[in-house]
């Protein structure tokens, strides 16, 4: 199994859209209603959407592909609006990273947290933050695995009329 990460380009908005809808129904189904579901899957996944963040040179788009097809994305950029604590340091926000659930656990999110800290370190930024659903403990546990602790902050995160919670983890470099 050859793993390769690369720039997604506008030309592939359309999988992304496809890898992205998939990969967050599937993590977030039965944890809010089917409508309030669809609703954000539309809203935030749709492909003028996605285009837009994809054409934006700061907001950086990865696909993992596994022999040559995508099976998971990663998105990042420095961004501050979320949590304005981070402020204080150059701080980047791992935003999402996605694993199409069949390739789970085959090292696949590895290298893309590998890429990221990398990006990171090269950047000189001094710390990795990003939000995770209280929930959501394989996750959890992924991130705790390279460093990254609970800052012991929150914030809200509904899916359309649900509402949940998200806590803020980070990793300091
Ligand atoms: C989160 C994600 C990127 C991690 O990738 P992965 O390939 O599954 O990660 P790994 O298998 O290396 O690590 C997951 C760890 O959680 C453990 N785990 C699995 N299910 C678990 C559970 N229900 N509770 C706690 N830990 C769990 C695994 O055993 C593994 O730990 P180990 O290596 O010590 O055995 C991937 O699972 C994914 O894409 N999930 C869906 C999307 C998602 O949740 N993204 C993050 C949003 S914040």
Request: proline content about 3%.
């Amino acid at each position: 199994m050859q793993i390769t990460i690369r720039r997604i380009n506008t030309d592939d908005v359309p999988v992304l859209a496809r890898i992205a809808r998939e990969t967050f129904y599937d993590t977030f189904t039965g944890t809010c209603t089917e409508a309030d579901m669809q609703e954000f899957l539309d809203q935030y996944f749709n492909e003028q959407k996605l285009g837009d963040e994809v054409s934006n040179p700061d907001n950086l788009y990865f696909f993992a592909e596994v022999d040559g097809t995508p099976a998971a994305y990663l998105q990042f950029m420095e961004d501050y609006s979320g949590f304005p604590l981070m402020r204080k340091w150059k701080a980047l926000e791992l935003k999402r990273i996605y694993v199409l659930k069949e390739f789970h656990g085959r090292g696949i999110a590895q290298q893309l947290m590998d890429f990221i800290l990398g990006h990171a370190h090269e950047n000189k930024y001094e710390v990795v933050w990003l939000g995770v659903w209280e929930h959501n403990l394989r996750a959890q546990k992924f991130y705790e695995k390279y460093g990254f602790v609970n800052s012991g902050y929150t914030h809200d995160f509904p899916i359309g009329n649900t509402p949940q919670t998200d806590n803020w983890f980070w990793k300091f470099l």
